[in-house]
Every structure is written in C-alpha cells, then in structure tokens.
C-alpha cells in the first residue's frame, strides 16, 4: 500500500486467535492499518467484530497472537497504555456529570495539568460543535449529541488509533447520515488512524480507505470500497457487498 509506505504501520494484528472456551471467535487473523487509514470492519452480527476491536483496545485477553501499536508490542499492555480512544455504540457517559466534566474526567484522574484539560476540551468542543452543551448533563441531550459528546471524550486523550464500535447504529436514519459525513470530516481533520466496526453497508462504502470483510472470525476480504464492489473474492463478500453482477 502507498499509504503504508508512505505513512508507516499504526496499528498491526499478526496471527491473532481468540476463544472463549472451546468456541473460536478469532482465527490467526492478520491486520495491518497505516497511519492515518480509515480501515472499516464490515460483517453480519456474531462475525467477531467487537471482539476483535475490544483486542485491539486491549478489554479482553486474547489467546495466541501479537499486536502492535506504533510499532510497539502491546499485546499485554493495560488498555490506558495502549494509544487508543474508544467509542461504543451506547453512549458510555457517566449520567450524573455535566458534558465538560464527562470530557474532563478521564484527563483527570490521568494527572493532565488543569490548563491543557481546558485547551482540549475547547478544541474538542469546538471540533464538534458542542460548546452550548458543555454545562448540561447526559439527561438533557438528544443521541445525536451524545454521541458527539462520545466522541469527545475519545477526542480530549490526544490518542493515535481511535476505535468505533457501532457507533451510530442507536440514531435513527437521518442523524446516522448526518453523523456519519461528521465523522468522515473529522478523520480529515485530525488524520488519525480509526478502526470502525459496522454492519451497515452504506457507512463502509462511504467511510473506509479499506474495508475488512468478516465472516466467522476470518478476514474474508481487506480492499479498497471500489474494489470490493467490483472485484469480491468470493461469493459471500459479492452476496455482502459486490456488485450484483
Ligand atoms: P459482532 O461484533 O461481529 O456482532 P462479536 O465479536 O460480538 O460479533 O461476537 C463474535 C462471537 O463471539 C459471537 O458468536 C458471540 O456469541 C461470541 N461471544 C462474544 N462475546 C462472548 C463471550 N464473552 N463469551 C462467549 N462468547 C462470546
Ligand atoms: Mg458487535
């Protein structure tokens, strides 16, 4: 890839497996992400998806395999060590604090100094039209600026690799489209390397650099959106995505 090349490797997965008791989830998966790429990981519910996202972010052991971040072995680093922001599906935000303190609260506990706290809560905030809504609590915003303020909170660490889970599947239709050229906006913005799990189609298509096709916990396919669509290496990843050819 030009852009590996080009960019260097944020984030690599070499020869991954996972179980959960008997049952293989993961099988000697390999991913390499460049710095700055857009990877999306598209498959039908239970493919392994969020599993191997919670890898990566380091939330569950895995069972044989290495990862990299930046060209550092993490594979038994503590989540917090890793680099990485992640944001879930459902919103995650302590219900009883305020949005600034919401975003504030994990830089604090990490020992961030009060002034640069401010400075990136004013950049984030900024970043993702919020400011109206940094004194109001969870309770008193719509999804859509929940969301946003998820987001956020992955924004403020200053991390290298963000990781979406699902992230707008609880919006409905429009918000999802609206959210969606949002996210595409700020990944030209910061240019950071974000990993992106879906089931949707649509958000692959118009998100990825690349997409990775999952089907029972193997990468079936890892290409560009066009090249899937036109070129499907088989008949799973056409039925999923191709071209109806
Ligand atoms: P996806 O995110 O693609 O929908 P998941 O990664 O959540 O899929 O799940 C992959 C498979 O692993 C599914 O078959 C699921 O039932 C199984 N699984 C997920 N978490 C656990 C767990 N904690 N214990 C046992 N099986 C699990
Ligand atoms: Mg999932």
């Given at each position: 890839?030009?852009?590996?090349?080009?960019?260097?490797?944020?984030?690599?997965?070499?020869?991954?497996?996972?179980?959960?008791?008997?049952?293989?989830?993961?099988?000697?998966?390999?991913?390499?992400?460049?710095?700055?790429?857009?990877?999306?990981?598209?498959?039908?519910?239970?493919?392994?998806?969020?599993?191997?996202?919670?890898?990566?972010?380091?939330?569950?052991?895995?069972?044989?395999?290495?990862?990299?971040?930046?060209?550092?072995?993490?594979?038994?680093?503590?989540?917090?060590?890793?680099?990485?922001?992640?944001?879930?599906?459902?919103?995650?935000?302590?219900?009883?604090?305020?949005?600034?303190?919401?975003?504030?609260?994990?830089?604090?506990?990490?020992?961030?100094?009060?002034?640069?706290?401010?400075?990136?809560?004013?950049?984030?905030?900024?970043?993702?039209?919020?400011?109206?809504?940094?004194?109001?609590?969870?309770?008193?915003?719509?999804?859509g600026?929940?969301?946003?303020?998820?987001?956020?909170?992955?924004?403020?660490?200053?991390?290298?690799?963000?990781?979406?889970?699902?992230?707008l599947?609880?919006l409905d239709a429009k918000l999802r489209s609206e959210l969606r050229v949002e996210i595409k906006?700020?990944?030209?913005?910061?240019?950071?390397?974000?990993?992106?799990?879906?089931?949707d189609?649509i958000e692959?298509?118009t998100l990825?650099?690349?997409?990775?096709?999952?089907?029972?916990?193997?990468?079936?396919?890892?290409?560009?959106?066009?090249?899937?669509?036109?070129?499907?290496?088989?008949?799973?990843?056409?039925?999923?995505?191709?071209?109806?050819?």
């Amino acid at each position: 890839m030009g852009m590996a090349a080009a960019n260097g490797t944020s984030v690599s997965i070499q020869d991954l497996s996972l179980n959960f008791g008997a049952v293989s989830v993961l099988q000697t998966l390999n991913l390499d992400v460049a710095e700055g790429e857009f990877i999306v990981l598209l498959g039908p519910s239970g493919c392994g998806k969020s599993t191997l996202l919670n890898c990566i972010a380091g939330l569950l052991d895995i069972s044989e395999g290495r990862i990299f971040i930046k060209g550092k072995n993490v594979t038994w680093e503590e989540p917090k060590d890793r680099g990485i922001g992640m944001v879930f599906q459902s919103y995650a935000l302590y219900p009883q604090m305020t949005v600034e303190k919401n975003l504030s609260f994990g830089l604090r506990v990490a020992g961030v100094p009060k002034d640069e706290i401010a400075k990136r809560i004013a950049r984030a905030a900024e970043i993702l039209q919020i400011e109206p809504l940094l004194q109001r609590k969870p309770a008193a915003l719509s999804g859509g600026q929940r969301q946003r303020v998820a987001i956020g909170r992955a924004l403020v660490r200053d991390v290298d690799v963000f990781l979406f889970d699902e992230p707008l599947s609880n919006l409905d239709a429009k918000l999802r489209s609206e959210l969606r050229v949002e996210i595409k906006l700020l990944h030209r913005k910061l240019q950071n390397t974000m990993i992106y799990v879906t089931h949707d189609q649509i958000e692959a298509m118009t998100l990825a650099d690349r997409i990775a096709v999952m089907r029972g916990g193997v990468i079936q396919q890892l290409d560009a959106p066009q090249t899937i669509y036109n070129r499907p290496v088989n008949r799973f990843v056409a039925g999923f995505l191709g071209s109806p050819a």
